[in-house]
T-cell receptor
Framework: DTAVSQTPKYLVTQMGNDKSIKCEQNLGHDTMYWYKQDSKKFLKIMFSYNNKELIINETVPNRFSPKSPDKAHLNLHINSLELGDSAVYFC????????????FGNGTRLTVT | QQQVKQSPQSLIVQKGGISIINCAYENTAFDYFPWYQQFPGKGPALLIAIRPDVSEKKEGRFTISFNKSAKQFSLHIMDSQPGDSATYFCAASKAGANNLFFGTGTRLTVIP
């Protein structure tokens, strides 16, 4: 009965590969997000979708492409992985896109070698 | 540019003591100030939040103090417990938006 679940939990891959991270929420929320937490624990928003529509797209390399097939799912595809992409990626959801509490998943630790 | 500045980076408190974490911001358009708690291996979870129309909000042992003129807000944890040991993040966003700008985090350790 996990509220926001993301897979995989760990991802180890080599430079230049393409990988995807999946996220699903069963809270009935309208808005979903991807956040990146770097090695110093700094959290930064990458993308936000509201009812499958992209509403926030921060300065992120276009190698990162989010996809929302429905409002309960938000996947993140990363092309041509680089060493600097190593981080923990968190999916989150919220009831709406107006100052409402974020519910985070437990993260995907991506290591690029 | 860091939109929300947080201090200290780490904090060690004796059990039963008061933990205080401070944050400051510059953007006067910020209208929502939540605090998130993160345990190792887990995602952040909302602890408590405040809007600038009040100067203080208390939930159990956790209190946010807000100083609008100084553009500062702080989290006070009363009677700190070892189970409170975690990383705490302050954050801010503009009215009607959910683009949260997070502080750099404070690693709190409460020793028995």
């Amino acid at each position: 009965d996990t509220a926001v679940s993301q897979t995989p939990k760990y991802l180890v891959t080599q430079m230049g590969n393409d990988k995807s991270i999946k996220c699903e929420q069963n809270l009935g929320h309208d808005t979903m997000y991807w956040y990146k937490q770097d090695s110093k624990k700094f959290l930064k928003i990458m993308f936000s979708y509201n009812n499958k529509e992209l509403i926030i797209n921060e300065t992120v390399p276009n190698r990162f492409s989010p996809k929302s097939p429905d409002k309960a799912h938000l996947n993140l595809h990363i092309n041509s992985l680089e060493l600097g992409d190593s981080a923990v990626y968190f999916c989150a959801s919220s009831p709406d896109s107006y100052n409402s509490p974020l519910h985070f998943g437990n993260g995907t630790r991506l290591t690029v070698t | 540019q860091q939109q929300v500045k947080q201090s200290p980076q780490s904090l060690i408190v004796q059990k039963g003591g008061i933990s205080i974490i401070n944050c400051a911001y510059e953007n006067t358009a910020f209208d929502y100030f939540p605090w998130y708690q993160q345990f190792p291996g887990k995602g952040p979870a909302l602890l408590i939040a405040i809007r600038p129309d009040v100067s203080e909000k208390k939930e159990g042992r956790f209190t946010i103090s807000f100083n609008k003129s100084a553009k500062q807000f702080s989290l006070h944890i009363m009677d700190s417990q070892p189970g409170d040991s975690a990383t705490y993040f302050c954050a801010a966003s503009k009215a009607g938006a959910n683009n949260l700008f997070f502080g750099t985090g404070t690693r709190l350790t409460v020793i028995p």
